[in-house]
């Protein structure tokens, strides 16, 4: 029995995305497929979150919107978390993306500073798994080193390069930078036949 394009089309997407099989066992590697994808990065931050949204196509990646979620330091933390959350929901509303990346956890010599990180990459989490997208994770160091070469790359650096690789008029902001620098090692390392696979979180 045949089957027509678009049946074929909905079954790839199907497949692709990973539905039949769990979060532990599902690496980017094996669900992405090779037609295009919206992929949403998120540098998240208390007083900062930055967030970047591309299409990749193999790996062709086209800029689609980029920002940084501020947070005044006179806000409480409750405050600045309910912001975290609504801006990226609207992004996420806006532009339909299909996979979320967020940077690793890192390990910080303050506990103070580490609680609040947690609590900030928690409600960008909790944005983007209501939005029923996978959420994968990637850690800054390998992030900079798969788009500047450099593991210890300064931010600028990063957006630099971001800059030019997407062909953008000009350089995003250092947050909006890492978002999109998340966005683009996702496409490069998911659709690689070598790297290791990036497993969902």
């Not at 979060?23 to 990065?41: D, E, F, K, T, Y």
């Not at 330091?73 to 993306?97: N, V, Y």
Request: net charge positive.
């Amino acid at each position: 029995m045949g089957i027509s394009p678009k049946a074929f089309a909905k079954m790839s997407e199907r497949l692709s995305s990973g539905e039949t099989r769990s979060p532990a066992s599902g690496p980017a590697n094996q669900s992405m497929g090779s037609g295009p994808v919206r992929i949403l990065g998120i540098d998240p931050s208390l007083r900062g979150t930055g967030f970047g949204l591309i299409t990749a196509r193999g790996q062709k990646m086209e800029y689609l919107d980029s920002g940084t979620i501020v947070c005044p330091r006179t806000w409480p933390h409750s405050r600045c978390l309910l912001k975290i959350f609504e801006g990226l929901s609207d992004a996420i509303q806006a532009h339909s993306p299909e996979v979320c990346v967020i940077e690793g956890l890192f390990f910080a010599k303050n506990s103070k500073t580490a609680l609040v990180m947690g609590q900030a990459r928690g409600a960008c989490m909790v944005a983007a798994s209501r939005a029923g997208l996978p959420i994968y994770e990637i850690a800054a160091r390998k992030v900079k080193q798969a788009i500047v070469g450099f593991g210890g790359a300064q931010k600028i650096a990063v957006a630099k390069m971001v800059e030019r690789m997407l062909e953008l008029k000009e350089t995003p902001s250092p947050d909006a930078g890492d978002a999109l620098a998340l966005a683009m090692t996702f496409t490069l390392e998911s659709r690689s036949r070598i790297a290791k696979p990036i497993e969902r979180i």
